[in-house]
Antibody, heavy 118, light 107 residues
Framework: EVQLVESGGGLVQPGGSLRLSCAAS????????MNWVRQAPGKGLEWVSYISSSGSTIYYADSVKGRFTISRDNAKNSLYLQMNSLRAEDTAVYYC???????????WGQGTLVTVSS | NFMLTQPHSVSESPGKTVTISCTRS????????VQWYQQRPGSAPTTVIY?????PSGVPDRFSGSIDSSSNSASLTISGLKTEDEADYYCQSYDWVFGGGTKLTVL
């Protein structure tokens, strides 16, 4: 059974940093492209970042470019999102999601809530 | 880039059929696949339609997807509505563009 379990969310002050993790199981993680997708409270879905299976190709949404860094450790079956210079508008549930670039998401994690507030 | 526009909300009675539209603002709807995701209250999204009209295993055949080039839109149709279908539905296409979501109420 495919499982994606996010962790690392919490309350952080504006300008602060947070690192999200996603533990993958039930499939060959190193063979799959991955994404982070977020959802602000009461709002719709917003794609945040993509990473290829090897980690060699990475894309970001304009809203997070230069502040967020996506990475993966295939040996640990884990996906990460380092978030720096956090703003109030980054407050959202962050989902780890399996899917190819310009494809579709076939599995979603349960999400982890990030709250940016003083 | 383009936008995907969905109605804010739709409602229908159990047993009936409902269609949710997703209109592309520029470029042809047929030029890139459209996906549909269901998100029940308090839960993560799940995929109900991918590549315009394909259903993942486990999704009932009451769910179907289509595209209409004349209106430059994609549609999600749910027949034989059940109360468990009450959820938010999001379309998504090229470049990870998402529609704003449609709240389906089954009353």
């Amino acid at each position: 059974e495919v499982q994606l379990v996010e962790s690392g969310g919490g309350l952080v002050q504006p300008g602060g940093s947070l690192r999200l993790s996603c533990a993958a199981s039930g499939f060959t993680f190193s063979s799959y492209e991955m994404n982070w997708v977020r959802q602000a409270p009461g709002k719709g879905l917003e794609w945040v970042s993509y990473i290829s299976s090897s980690g060699s190709t990475i894309y970001y949404a304009d809203s997070v470019k230069g502040r967020f860094t996506i990475s993966r450790d295939n040996a640990k079956n884990s996906l990460y999102l380092q978030m720096n210079s956090l703003r109030a508008e980054d407050t959202a549930v962050y989902y780890c999601a399996r899917g190819p670039w310009n494809g579709y998401i076939d599995y979603w994690g349960q999400g982890t809530l990030v709250t940016v507030s003083s | 880039n383009f936008m995907l526009t969905q109605p804010h909300s739709v409602s229908e009675s159990p047993g009936k059929t409902v269609t949710i539209s997703c209109t592309r603002s520029s470029g042809s709807i047929a030029s890139n696949y459209v996906q549909w995701y269901q998100q029940r209250p308090g839960s993560a999204p799940t995929t109900v339609i991918y590549e315009d009209n394909q259903r993942p295993s486990g999704v009932p055949d009451r769910f179907s997807g289509s595209i209409d080039s004349s209106s430059n839109s994609a549609s999600l149709t749910i027949s034989g509505l059940k109360t468990e279908d009450e959820a938010d539905y999001y379309c998504q296409s090229y470049d990870w563009v998402f529609g704003g979501g449609t709240k389906l109420t089954v009353l």
